[in-house]
C-alpha cells in the first residue's frame, strides 16, 4: 500500500466529523410540532424541551420550533399538516392518531416522530412494523388498545359489583381502543354503555354522566384522547358526582381528584422522543430506527376519592400501586 496515500486517506476520514460539525456550526434546527391541542398546554412537552436541551439545542440559540395545532378541530389537520410541510422543518413531532394520519397524507420525506400513545402506528400504516418501520416514521407506541383491557380488569377488581361499564371515548382518537374494551368486557361478562363524545369542541360532559348514571353504570373508563386531558378535573368532579369509579390512561388525572389510572410513564415517553429527534438531526434515518415500547407502566390510585365515593380498594390492588394519594 501506498504510505503517503493511506496517511492522507486517514487524515481525511479523521477530519470528517469535524467537517461535518464545522457545518452545522451555527445551524438553526427547525422541529415542527403538529397536533390536536397546543403543545405547551401538556405538561410532557416541558419534558421534551428539557432533554432536548440537556442534549444541547437550546430554543432561541440553535433551535426553533414550529407549532401547528387544531385547537381541538382535527377537520383542520390535514390543511395544517400541508402548511408545516411547506415550512420544511428538520423533523416533525406527531402527537396523535389525527397528525399522524394527516402527516402520512401530507409528506413522505422529511422525518416524523411520532408518541402513539393512544393508537396504534401500524393499524394506521404509517408503519410497516415496530422492528423496521420502514417509512419516513419512527417514535415510541404505548398500544394502548392492550393496556385497555387491563384497565379494565384492575377497574373490575377495585370494584367487584361490577356488572354494567360506561365507557367515555370519541370515534376519531379511540376506535381501536373502544373494540378492545368491547373484547375485554364480553370476557368478563360486563355489559359496556357506550357514552361516544363529538370531535368538535366545546364538549358537553354533562349529558354523558347524565346518561351513564341513567343507565345504571357501575364505573367509567375513560378512554385517551387529548381533548380529555384541559378537561381533567370537571372530569374527575363529574365521577365524584355521580358517584362513578372512574378509570384514565393517566397520572394526572388522579391528581386531579380521579379514582384511579394505569398506563406508561409518559414523561420517560417524550425524554425518548427527544434522543430519537437528536439521533435523527444527527443523521439517523427514521425508517431504520425501530419504533419503542415502554416496559414499565404505573398504577395511581386516589384513595380520598375512593372515600368520597364510599368505596373500599381491595388489599391485592393496593399492593400493586405504584402510587398512593392519601
Same mark, same amino acid.
Given at each position: 500500500m501506498n504510505r503517503r496515500a493511506f496517511v492522507a486517506g486517514s487524515i481525511a476520514f479523521l477530519a470528517a466529523p469535524l467537517a461535518v460539525e464545522a457545518q452545522h456550526a451555527g445551524k438553526v434546527w427547525r422541529i415542527g410540532m403538529l397536533s390536536d391541542i397546543s403543545p405547551r398546554e401538556f405538561p410532557v412537552f416541558a419534558v421534551f424541551e428539557r432533554?432536548?436541551? !440537556?442534549l444541547g439545542y437550546i430554543e432561541g440559540k440553535n433551535l426553533a420550533f414550529d407549532f401547528r395545532s387544531a385547537a381541538g378541530h382535527l377537520d383542520r389537520l390535514p390543511s395544517l399538516a400541508a402548511e408545516l410541510i411547506r415550512l420544511r422543518p428538520d423533523l416533525i413531532i406527531s402527537a396523535g392518531r389525527g397528525t399522524a394520519r394527516a402527516l402520512k397524507g401530507a409528506s413522505g420525506t422529511i422525518p416524523i416522530v411520532f408518541v402513539a400513545v393512544e393508537w396504534d402506528p401500524i393499524a394506521l400504516g404509517v408503519v410497516a412494523s415496530l422492528a423496521r418501520p420502514g417509512r419516513n416514521f419512527t417514535g415510541l407506541a404505548n398500544l394502548a388498545t392492550e393496556l385497555g383491557a387491563k384497565r379494565l380488569e384492575l377497574l373490575r377488581e377495585a370494584v367487584p359489583r361490577l356488572t354494567r361499564l360506561a365507557v367515555l371515548w370519541q370515534r376519531s382518537r379511540a376506535d381501536d381502543q373502544f373494540r378492545?374494551?368491547? !373484547?375485554?368486557?364480553?370476557?368478563l361478562n360486563v355489559r359496556v354503555i357506550s357514552l361516544e363524545l363529538g370531535d368538535r369542541p366545546p364538549h358537553d360532559f354533562k349529558t354523558p354522566f347524565s346518561t351513564a348514571t341513567q343507565e345504571g353504570s357501575d364505573a367509567l373508563l375513560i378512554l385517551g384522547s387529548p381533548a380529555f386531558f384541559p378537561e381533567r378535573k370537571r372530569l374527575a368532579e363529574l365521577a365524584i358526582q355521580h358517584r362513578l369509579?372512574?378509570?384514565?390512561?393517566?397520572? !394526572?388525572?388522579?391528581?386531579?381528584?380521579?379514582l384511579m389510572s394505569l398506563g406508561a410513564d409518559i414523561d420517560d415517553m417524550y425524554r425518548r422522543v427527544a434522543d430519537y429527534a437528536d439521533r435523527i438531526l444527527k443523521g439517523a434515518k427514521p425508517s431504520e430506527l425501530p419504533v419503542e415500547q415502554p416496559t414499565t407502566f404505573e398504577l395511581v390510585i386516589n384513595l380520598k376519592t375512593a372515600k368520597a365515593l364510599g368505596l373500599t380498594i381491595p388489599p391485592s390492588v393496593l399492593l400493586r400501586a405504584d402510587q398512593v394519594i392519601e
Open positions: 432533554r432536548l436541551s !440537556e378492545a374494551t368491547l !373484547e375485554a368486557a364480553r370476557r369509579p372512574t378509570s384514565f390512561q393517566r397520572p !394526572e388525572y388522579v391528581d386531579a381528584g380521579g
